[in-house]
């Protein structure tokens, strides 16, 4: 699996877009970006995924750069809620079960 | 529809004890995994089953047993529990489908004296 770096901490003022940067420049043709996040020691929540285009569900949307280097997560309007600690992992689809969780990044919120 | 759930959600064992954690889902995955994750860590995969009867080893197995005798429970065992296997253990299950998506349980927080 391609290996990602994440910003340890950040901080966005509640009802702001967070953005949360994540590089992965090993990745492989055909290793999907995940993203999931942790509150508060709760279990991992699945958040969003991407291949090579940009995605958007009802919590977030998923900018890849063009060379796939690197991407970032978009929550566009952050709510107290969102405070967690989020993690990018980047893996083959296919045949290989580990999902690799790094530190991740601890997003604060901030009323 | 409750997702994956784990019992217990929480349990003291002293150094060399037994005890089996169990990993329930209803969502009819094929796929079910076996999680920890220390203070201040990611979470590392000990076991995972791609189907009722397989298992096999994630990263960091050693000390830990598993069972899928069904599809809907994946059993995580410690036959001699050590201080070093104090942890929070998390289950998740995926379907076989081309998205990867695992969802989680809450999680077991075990503590080993």
């Known amino acids: 699996d391609a290996k990602t770096t994440q910003p340890t901490s950040m901080d966005c003022a509640e009802g702001r877009a967070a953005n949360l940067p994540c590089n992965h420049s090993t990745i492989s043709g055909n290793e999907y970006v995940y993203w999931y996040r942790q509150i508060h020691s709760q279990g991992p929540q699945y958040i969003i995924h991407?291949?090579?285009n940009n995605e958007t569900n009802e919590m977030a949307s998923l900018i890849i750069t063009e060379d796939r280097k690197s991407s970032t997560l978009i929550l566009p309007h952050a709510t107290l809620r969102d405070t967690a600690v989020y993690y990018c992992i980047v893996r083959v689809d296919f045949g290989n079960e580990k999902l690799t969780f790094g530190t991740g990044t601890r997003l604060t919120i901030i009323p | 529809n409750a997702g994956v759930t784990q019992t217990p959600k929480f349990r003291v064992l002293k150094t060399g004890q037994s005890m089996t954690l169990l990993c329930a889902q209803d969502m009819n995955h094929e796929y079910m995994y076996w999680y920890r994750q220390d203070p201040g860590m990611g979470l590392r995969l000990i076991h995972y089953s791609v189907g009722e009867g397989t298992t096999a080893k994630g990263e960091v197995p050693d000390g830990y047993n598993v069972s899928r005798l069904k599809k809907q429970n994946f059993l995580l065992g410690l036959e001699s529990a050590a201080p070093s296997q104090t942890s929070v253990y998390f289950c998740a299950s995926r379907a076989r489908d081309y998205t990867g998506t695992q969802y989680f349980g809450p999680g077991t927080r075990l503590l080993v004296l």
């Open positions: 991407g291949l090579k």
